[in-house]
């Protein structure tokens, strides 16, 4: 029997991810760089054209971003870009994202070593890419793909803490509720002033993994996301 046709399905089947997934980075970064202004049209045939690809993986790119809420798709008419979050709605987001981190570390504590090591590799990333964004920053400059890269830098390091806490169900719901944060991020991607603040939140997150004190990771890890839902709604107030 031959499996050459079922290879080739398989090759196309990666190929077809691969694009969906380039073509979904494209719209992500058009969408937080603030181009698209609340409740414009997005055209799945426009969208096609300029990025030189068919419609189907614009259609898939868009049902993923449907999911995080920055856009909205209405009967008859197409997608929109969807509002920033209001206020109210940061502070649900930040309530739920607290119960949720709090205790995952919890869960993840005593970490293994190979948890310590995976954080302590997320933690540099995060940190390495944090000194990029202080830095243009100060040149007075905003990149969106740095800005973007910085925050997916962040989410990876809290994606640690969940792949360690044991609970399947609770790491599902925080892929669910990663998906929202994007719009939080819509919210003060131009003005992400904390990046000194988080990075050394993540450091004594990740000390405190490495440390005896068992209460110590839950604990900072609260505060850590206590600190952030604060700067954040500052940020969206100004």
Same mark, same amino acid.
């Given at each position: 029997?031959?499996?050459?046709?079922?290879?080739?399905?398989?090759?196309?089947?990666?190929?077809?991810?691969?694009?969906?997934?380039?073509? &979904?980075?494209?719209?992500?970064?058009?969408?937080?760089?603030?181009?698209?202004?609340?409740?414009?049209?997005?055209?799945?045939?426009?969208?096609? *054209?300029?990025?030189?690809?068919?419609?189907?993986? +614009? *259609?898939?790119?868009?049902?993923?971003?449907?999911?995080? !809420?920055?856009?909205?798709?209405?009967?008859?008419?197409?997608?929109? +870009?969807?509002?920033?979050?209001?206020?109210?709605?940061?502070?649900?987001?930040?309530?739920? *994202?607290?119960?949720?981190?709090?205790?995952?570390?919890?869960?993840?504590?005593?970490?293994?070593?190979?948890?310590?090591?995976?954080?302590?590799?997320?933690? =540099?990333?995060? *940190?390495?890419?944090?000194?990029?964004?202080?830095?243009?920053?100060?040149? !007075?400059?905003?990149?969106?793909?740095?800005?973007?890269? &910085?925050?997916?830098?962040?989410?990876?390091?809290?994606?640690?803490?969940?792949?360690?806490?044991?609970?399947? &169900?609770?790491?599902?719901?925080?892929?669910?509720?990663? @998906?929202?944060?994007?719009?939080?991020?819509?919210? +003060?991607?131009?003005?992400?002033?904390? +990046?000194?603040?988080?990075?050394?939140?993540?450091?004594?997150?990740?000390?405190?993994?490495?440390? =005896?004190?068992?209460?110590?990771?839950? @604990?900072?890890?609260?505060?850590?996301?206590?600190?952030?839902?604060?700067?954040?709604?500052?940020?969206?107030?100004?």
């Amino acid at each position: 029997m031959g499996t050459g046709g079922g290879l080739k399905g398989l090759d196309d089947t990666i190929e077809r991810r691969g694009l969906r997934d380039h073509v &979904y980075e494209r719209i992500l970064q058009l969408l937080l760089s603030g181009d698209a202004a609340p409740g414009a049209r997005l055209s799945i045939d426009t969208i096609a *054209r300029q990025l030189s690809v068919s419609q189907t993986p +614009v *259609r898939e790119a868009m049902v993923q971003l449907e999911r995080t !809420g920055l856009v909205t798709r209405e009967a008859l008419k197409g997608y929109r +870009v969807a509002p920033p979050l209001g206020a109210q709605q940061l502070r649900e987001l930040f309530d739920a *994202r607290l119960m949720l981190e709090s205790h995952a570390a919890r869960l993840a504590t005593p970490a293994s070593p190979e948890m310590l090591s995976e954080l302590r590799a997320a933690e =540099d990333t995060h *940190r390495q890419i944090g000194e990029q964004v202080i830095t243009a920053l100060r040149a !007075g400059s905003t990149d969106v793909e740095l800005t973007t890269a &910085y925050f997916a830098a962040d989410a990876d390091f809290h994606r640690v803490v969940f792949h360690h806490c044991g609970n399947r &169900y609770l790491n599902e719901m925080s892929e669910s509720l990663g @998906a929202q944060l994007h719009r939080m991020r819509q919210s +003060v991607l131009h003005g992400v002033t904390d +990046v000194r603040e988080a990075i050394a939140e993540h450091e004594a997150i990740a000390e405190a993994f490495a440390g =005896d004190d068992p209460d110590a990771p839950e @604990a900072l890890m609260r505060h850590h996301i206590e600190q952030v839902r604060a700067r954040s709604l500052d940020l969206a107030r100004g």
